[in-house]
Structures are given as structure tokens and as C-alpha cells.
């Protein structure tokens, strides 16, 4: 009797240990904007929890505003972020384009005057 006693405390504690190693990794602050690589290390790897932390560490953030998609599928070229007034420019895509024509014709007519 005091064997299976042993062996069932010895699978709680094991379960215990899962459970604080699953919640350190979710609810480290190194999950956050990595939150699907950090339910995948957690539920579906035997790493400890340090070892999922430097690979979240280690991994770039998930882009979740939709500014930094916009901006990722127009291209490094379509906005110039440094000049003034790119909120505006970012609320509104036909004068997003207007600015960017803009900003080509002067850079065309500065390099054929140059």
C-alpha cells in the first residue's frame, strides 16, 4: 500500500510540475507578441522552461497592428515614415499615394536637374 501511495504522489508532483512549467512559459513576458510560439513550446515540447524562454527571446514579435501590416505589404518605398504628417497619411490611402507620386516626381526632377 505505501508503494502506490508513493507512486501516485510521485505523479502529482510530476503533473504539479508540468503545470508550473506550462504557466511559466504562457505567462512570462517574453510571450507576449509570441504567444503562439509559446503555447507550442509549452504544450507540445519537453524543454524546460528557461530553454522555451531563450527561444522566445531569440524569435522576432508577432506584427499586430495594422499599420506595420499596411506598411509590410506596400513596401519600404510607399511611405516615408520621418516626414511629417504620416498619420494622416496612414488614415487615408489616396493621399498615402498622392505622397508618394509626389515624393518620386521630386526625386525624378532632382536627379535630371542634377
Keep these: 500500500m505505501a508503494k502506490a501511495t508513493n507512486a501516485v504522489s510521485s505523479i502529482q508532483t510530476a503533473i504539479l510540475a508540468d503545470r508550473v512549467r506550462v ?3 504562457l505567462e512570462h513576458p517574453d510571450a ?3 504567444e503562439a510560439l509559446a ?3 509549452a504544450l507540445r515540447s ?6 522555451a524562454l531563450a527561444l522566445l527571446r531569440a524569435s ?5 497592428s495594422a ?5 509590410r505589404a506596400l513596401g519600404a518605398e510607399a511611405i516615408d515614415l520621418s516626414s ?3 498619420a494622416k497619411v496612414l488614415d487615408d490611402p489616396k493621399a498615402a499615394r498622392l505622397a508618394e507620386i509626389k515624393r518620386n516626381v521630386g526625386k525624378r526632377a532632382a536627379k535630371a536637374g542634377a
Design 23 to 25: 504557466s511559466a512559459i
Design 67 to 71: 499599420a506595420a501590416s499596411f506598411l
Design 46 to 51: 519537453s524543454l524546460d522552461a528557461e530553454q
Design 39 to 41: 503555447k507550442e513550446l
Design 32 to 34: 507576449v507578441g509570441r
Design 84 to 86: 511629417t504628417g504620416a
Design 60 to 64: 522576432p514579435k508577432a506584427e499586430t
